[in-house]
């Protein structure tokens, strides 16, 4: 690693982890950055250094441009990782770290400015050649030029808005009658929730599949692509469940699209990791390009697993200046891959977030499994971020043993203290369909998953009840009793010591702001140091 030794990490939880385990493989220094209310986390306990942000909320913290510039320059870091989220896709930033001669570990800023606008992208692509949802390409004035497109390209359209992505404000019209409606709709959503009020008219594919190629590409122009991930299983726009590959792309799908998305790549000018997304719609087996992430995203690990190369050491590599070490033909894909996102939210109570105090955790292992965590007994899950705490994947030899494997994983899996959504998954990992590989962005409304997981959920309490009362053998031999009356005490030590530490952390979370020096002893890095 020629030109960076140090490397600032702009971010937290799993992917902070994630990026401090690249860098250490590659013998790189790594400096975290932390607010109030991330003092124990285990990213901070991984860094080699730990430089304190600022206050819980984001914007006073891992949003704070300046401060984390300031850092970088203060403790010697050649190049700033963002992650993904927060300052991830921030082009002004990336301008920041370019003017105080700070590498930013991800595409230019023209590029992301050229992604970041996702209808000029939609034109940008369109012009030259890469398959886009048939529609406009320009803002749409008023609902009679809506009328006109739609006219056009056929119902059903879905009015966009021009400033977001995330599916915020999209409305889906079957007939004209809907129309003006649906245009003054997603007007005013675009205007509340975006900078811009502007909307666009596209046909509306019908359960389409969400497909997305991973790129690399480096500073001299090359570009190559490591196959799809299928991403379909999401919550209200929330992914929840990926794998690779996807059970509807063959080699010939795989290659166009891969192709495609290397163009898309080219045409932007970007550099570093990124995932070009398509939708996809199996009755004609056609795609489309939808838009780019211009990140690391959550789900890449998935691709890690099928083709054996670590995506973060190669944003290294390529932020150093080096040419990508691979060649397309050097690119191959073994076996299946599954990620299941474990959020810290209530699957039975309409996923709300469930933050607190971790009392039990027991990650699974054996064969095929990887797990990239946040957390740990005795951490406090926070409320000001992302509830993401833990990315559980599963490989095997084809999908049939990579489900199996993520079945056995769940199964494994013990988070206490606070709510996860891994009955959630559960309930997919056994669904037929799910099984048969027939899933679309509708699957869980389709399936009615939401409704199955809270009887999963009231199963595993009575089951889990049973299993108490078996622990109490009625008649006890000599030697039973012994361990017995061992296995007691043991149980009776680790209540006190929960009890103690939830008594801890209820008196934590309400002086977290006064006072921050008020937490767990054995779990206190003794390396965190103030930047003040
Ligand atoms: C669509 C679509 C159907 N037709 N566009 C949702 C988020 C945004 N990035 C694009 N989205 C969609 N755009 C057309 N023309 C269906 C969706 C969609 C979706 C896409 C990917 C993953 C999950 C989804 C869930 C609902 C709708």
Redesign the pocket.
């Known amino acids: 690693m020629g030109a960076i030794s140090k490397v600032l990490v702009a971010n937290r939880g799993e992917i902070a982890v994630r990026v401090i385990r690249a860098c250490k493989e590659l013998g790189i220094k790594t400096v975290a950055v932390y607010s109030d209310a991330d003092k124990n986390a285990k990213f901070v306990y991984y860094a080699d250094e730990a430089y304190y942000l600022g206050p819980s909320p984001a914007k006073e913290s891992y949003l704070n441009m300046e401060k984390i510039i300031q850092i970088a320059k203060q403790c010697g870091t050649e190049a700033i990782h963002p992650g993904y989220g927060f300052l991830a896709q921030n082009a002004k930033f990336v301008r920041l770290c370019d003017e105080n001669g700070i590498i930013f570990i991800g595409p230019p800023a023209k590029a992301q400015e050229l992604l970041g606008d996702k209808i000029g992208a939609r034109k940008t692509m369109s012009q030259a050649g890469i398959p886009i ?1 048939p529609g406009s390409l320009d803002v749409v004035q008023d609902e009679k030029e809506a009328m006109r497109i739609a006219e056009d390209i056929g119902y059903p359209v ?1 009015v966009k808005p021009a400033g977001g ?3 915020i404000g ?1 409305q889906i019209c079957w007939s004209p009658r809907e129309l003006s409606e649906a245009v003054k709709k997603a007007q005013a959503l675009a205007a509340s929730a975006f900078a811009r009020p502007e909307v666009y008219v ?4 019908v359960k ?1 599949r ?1 497909i997305e190629i991973q790129i690399l590409a480096d500073t001299k122009g090359k570009v190559i692509h490591l196959g799809e991930r299928e991403c ?1 299983i ?1 919550r209200r ?1 929330q992914k929840l469940i990926e794998e690779a590959p996807s059970p509807v792309v063959d080699d010939e799908l795989r290659r166009k699209m891969g192709e495609t998305a290397v163009k898309v790549a080219k045409i932007a000018g970007y550099v570093s990791a990124g995932t070009v997304e398509f ?1 996809f719609s199996e009755k004609d087996r056609s795609f489309y390009f ?2 780019v992430n211009s990140r690391v995203q959550v789900e890449h690990p998935v691709t890690e697993l099928i083709t054996g190369i670590d995506i973060v050491k190669e944003q290294l590599h390529i932020a150093s200046g080096e040419p990508l070490r691979y060649k397309q033909e050097d690119i191959t894909w073994n076996g299946h891959a599954i990620e299941c996102r474990i959020n810290a939210e209530d699957p039975v109570n309409d996923f709300l977030p469930s933050s607190g105090l971790v009392t039990n955790y027991i990650e699974p292992g054996g064969p095929g499994i990887r797990v990239d965590s946040g957390i740990y007994a005795g951490y406090t899950v926070p409320v000001f971020y992302d509830p993401l705490v833990a990315k559980l994947l599963a490989w095997g030899r084809d999908r049939s043993e990579s489900i199996s494997r993520m079945r056995r994983a769940l199964d494994e899996f013990v988070i206490e203290g606070i709510k996860t959504n891994i009955p959630f998954h559960k309930v997919v990992l056994n669904d037929e369909e799910f099984v048969k590989g027939n899933i679309s ?1 509708e699957f869980i409304v389709d399936r009615n998953i939401a409704e199955r997981v809270v009887e999963l959920v009231k199963k595993e309490e009575v089951s889990r009840k049973e299993k108490l009362s078996i622990l109490t053998p009625a008649q006890l031999s000599p030697v039973e009793a012994k361990v017995f009356a061992v296995d007691k005490k043991t149980i009776a030590i680790a209540a006190a010591i929960a009890a103690y530490m939830s008594s801890r952390s209820s008196k934590n979370n309400r002086s977290q702001n006064a006072s921050n020096n008020n937490v767990n002893p054995w779990v206190m890095s003794a390396r965190v140091k103030s930047s003040s």
């Open positions: 949802v879905m992505g995330g599916g999209m596209e046909r509306y594919l389409p969400h379909s999401q726009h939708l939808l838009e962005t």
